[in-house]
């Protein structure tokens, strides 16, 4: 059972990380992009009517966003909503020795609640106090601990069931590897207030429901040309035909790759390096 009292957090924003404050000159969070924010953005000039007068409803607009955003999340292989998770992690001894190094599935973390030693019965052997954990990383998905000199004598740093020593017992017998051994409690997401998101999130997640709908409009324009003819005058025109907004659609593409590029390496490492 998660022990939300002792939480554990940084206590800086998502975004920008690590910022302790910001100036406020510049909106870095907005909530949550609208129907009317989408067309204003990206689909401004754009006729949502097709040819049999159907059209795109505010509802129907909303419903694309709510599309766009869990595709968003899978581009970005995290949330955009903050959530709860649970998971265990094995145990390594090479990651042992570098502070216990853990790293989540989701990222970045909002806080830590649970970090403990849990058997394959659910029974929980020996918890890590919250005040051991390192939350400098915490925006990377890195959680370590820290056992400061400190932290032992002002903490009880008992087993929650008998023989909880055993659990270390990995280390003394020179087992160098134990799956499913720490088990996390943790929150992670994009947003560390209900309603509100990173306004560089918020601009993918409209990119993203734009490419959709100018996919949705364009095949509808069928004719490439046309032409009139009236007592021997005649006129005609040509058009892209199905292909009126590819250039659109090819400028968000491009769009939506850099944004996610840029997003994944803010919340991401790809290497860690470090003395053990």
């Keep these: 059972m998660s ?31 609208t129907p ?4 204003s953005r990206f689909l401004k000039g754009i006729p949502l009517r097709f040819r049999n007068g159907d059209s795109f409803s505010a509802d129907e607009l909303k419903d694309r966003i709510y599309l766009a955003m869990n595709e968003v999340e899978l581009l970005l292989g995290t949330t955009i909503t903050r959530e709860s998770f649970q998971f265990k992690a094995p145990f390594d001894y090479s990651l ?7 790293m ?39 959680i370590n601990v820290i056992p400061l000199l400190a932290a032992y004598g002002v ?21 160098n590897w134990v799956p499913a051994y720490w088990q996390i409690n943790y929150t992670a997401g994009l947003s560390t207030k209900e309603g509100l998101v990173p306004t560089p999130v ?35 025109s040509s058009g892209p035909g199905n292909r009126l907004y590819q250039l659109r659609i ?4 491009k769009k939506k790759d850099e944004l996610t590029r840029k997003l994944k390496a803010i919340f991401s490492t790809r290497y860690f390096v470090g003395n053990i």
């Design 104 to 142: 989540t599935e989701a990222r970045p973390i909002i806080s830590v609640e649970h970090l403990a030693i849990v058997s394959s019965d659910a029974n929980t052997i020996f918890e890590i106090p919250p005040t051991w954990l390192e939350a400098a990383n915490f925006s990377k998905g890195l």
């Design 155 to 175: 903490n009880s740093v008992q087993g929650a069931v008998g023989n909880a020593g055993i659990a270390f017992l990995t280390v003394i017998n020179g087992l």
């Design 202 to 236: 918020n601009e993918l997640i409209g990119t993203v429901a734009a490419i959709a709908i100018l996919s949705e409009i364009a095949p509808l324009n069928v004719w490439n040309s046309q032409s009139q003819t009236q007592d021997g005058i005649s006129q005609s």
């Design 96 to 102: 042992y020795r570098a502070y216990i190094h853990v």
């Design 36 to 39: 009317e924010q989408l067309v």
């Design 250 to 253: 090819e400028e968000l593409e």
């Design 3 to 33: 022990n939300f009292t002792q939480t554990k957090k940084y206590g800086t924003a998502i975004y920008p990380v690590h910022a302790s404050a910001t100036s406020g000159l510049l909106r870095r969070c907005e909530p949550f992009l």
